[in-house]
């Protein structure tokens, strides 16, 4: 059976004048995954349009087609195209969880909610010659006995980080901005892998950097406890993502750090108490952002911060606040967002219940675009706050800044050369993209990464490290993830 299994792009990913290092990081997973179930002699071919073009002249018999909000319009062009020439289309993912009967009307079968537990059930019943128009994963889920992802489906040299993997499924918390709460919504939001197959998977990868993809790795604390431990002493460097309250618990980041963690992804969000409520972000609530920074960076690990505007508490001084507080506290990296009303969560029934949906032209729901009126700002000033946050926290001198706050001059000087690295040399990214050069950047991500060895814990309670106050219940103070 000839097999074609696309993950399509954003338009800007493909655009011949810039194209940002983030739509060149990680291989598509999510399909490698679903290869694996394929028979040995199945013909499979695995084309991720964010790092190379869309063959449309080849005549397979099953289309697999992933699909989340902003490549939806692209994804439904694909799967129009192959219907058109006989082939059976799947369409799965994200969004076609959230709209069924939107993305129903592109495709032959659609899959709702995560695929593994429904995927080989379609591959039966397709052989058989009955496939059916909807499958739905059953509430209790699981990933236990996965066959090994097909690694051999994936051009590596085409990212920058070809060791990436997935451990966990979901989340335990339901912040009601995301999207993941739409995909696992009437099942188990929440589960692992076992322990062992983990890490089988691990000594399975080459090379030495790892990037767990897990939306909160330290999620079910027995289970990260026993992997970390199992990691120790392979000599990885890994990234991966955690909750701020994860990282104020004693006992899972020091096993992290042994093991190899260097860089932690964190939703901070807000630094209003307020805003934080409101979204049911109830796992910052009361933390203090700045102490579980500074022991990231005890610990030896960078901070990527996550934080999102347009929230009700939000006026237009938010940017300008968040900015200055990141730099001042020494975060290596920020992410920011335009807080976006996914469809199937909680804030987009509450945004369109108030009357104050924009639209729904899903290319632009890609957290850079203002598609709500937010309440204390116009559109405009939300986009442009946006885009003014990024440039200034990136400035030269607010990286300089940043490097400075740290109490020696090795982790200074990682900070800088890891912050400039990423947005100070975008046209050298673009430059290795376009040559299909990208995985010459992993050694320098490597080294920056692991340039310093951990440094022993130390205590940091009182003196000088209590500066900053906790985040008051009543407070609407000032206080930024990569996906």
């Not at 289309?63 to 195209?81: G, L, W």
């Not at 990260?224 to 990885?236: Q, V």
């Not at 700002?377 to 003014?388: H, N």
Request: charge should be neutral.
């Amino acid at each position: 059976m000839k097999v074609k299994m696309i993950l399509p792009s954003l338009t800007e990913a493909r655009s011949p004048l810039f194209r940002p290092i983030k739509y060149s990081l990680f291989p598509p997973l999510g399909l490698a995954t679903l290869a694996a179930f394929l028979d040995p002699d199945d013909e499979v071919d695995l084309q991720d349009e964010h790092v190379e073009r869309i063959d449309h002249d080849d005549e397979p018999e099953l289309v697999v087609i992933q699909v989340y909000i902003t490549n939806a319009s692209r994804a439904y062009r694909h799967a129009d195209h192959y219907r058109a020439k006989g082939a059976h289309v799947c369409l799965g993912g994200l969004h076609v969880t959230a709209l069924p009967e939107e993305a129903a009307a592109h495709a032959d079968t659609i899959f709702l909610g995560p695929g593994e537990d429904t995927w080989q059930e379609f591959l039966r019943d397709f052989r058989a010659g009955r496939p059916q128009a909807r499958y739905t994963a059953p509430a209790k889920r699981s990933i236990h006995g996965l066959p090994p992802i097909r690694r051999d489906l994936i051009k590596r040299h085409l990212y920058l980080v070809p060791n990436s993997l997935v451990v966990t499924r979901g989340c335990p918390h339901r912040c009601d901005f995301c999207y993941k709460e739409a995909f696992f919504q009437g099942g188990n939001g929440f589960y692992t892998q076992r322990v062992d197959e983990a890490l089988a998977e691990i000594e399975r990868l080459p090379g030495k950097h790892l990037y767990f993809l897990d939306d909160h790795l330290f999620g079910d604390a027995r289970f990260a406890s026993m992997l970390f431990d199992g990691m120790k002493g392979m000599g990885r460097v890994w990234q991966s993502a955690a909750t701020i309250q994860s990282v104020l618990k004693p006992g899972l980041l020091e096993k992290a750090a042994e093991s190899g963690l260097r860089s932690l992804f964190v939703g901070l969000e807000s630094l209003s108490a307020a805003n934080l409520r409101d979204h049911s972000k109830v796992q910052n609530l009361n933390r203090d952002y700045r102490a579980g920074i500074r022991r990231l960076h005890e610990h030896g690990v960078m901070i990527n911060a996550s934080f999102v505007f347009g929230m009700d508490d939000d006026g237009p001084d938010v940017f300008e606040r968040t900015v200055e507080w990141a730099v001042e506290s020494s975060i290596e990296t920020s992410t920011f967002h335009v807080m976006t009303p996914y469809p199937g969560t909680g804030l987009y029934d509450r945004i369109v219940r108030e009357g104050r949906l924009l639209h729904r032209d899903w290319d632009r729901y890609d957290t850079r675009h203002a598609v709500f009126r937010p309440a204390r700002m116009s559109p405009e000033e939300l986009e442009s706050g946006y885009w003014r946050a990024y440039r200034d926290f990136y400035r030269w001198r607010n990286i300089f800044q940043g490097a400075a706050g740290h109490d020696n001059l090795a982790d200074g000087l990682r900070h800088f050369s890891y912050a400039a690295g990423w947005k100070k040399f975008e046209k050298l990214w673009h430059l290795l993209i376009r040559c299909k050069q990208v995985s010459l950047g992993l050694p320098l991500l490597e080294r920056s990464l692991d340039r310093f060895s951990m440094r022993g814990k130390r205590d940091f309670e009182g003196g000088a490290a209590g500066v900053a106050p906790r985040i008051p219940a009543s407070s609407s103070s000032t206080t930024p993830t990569a996906s």
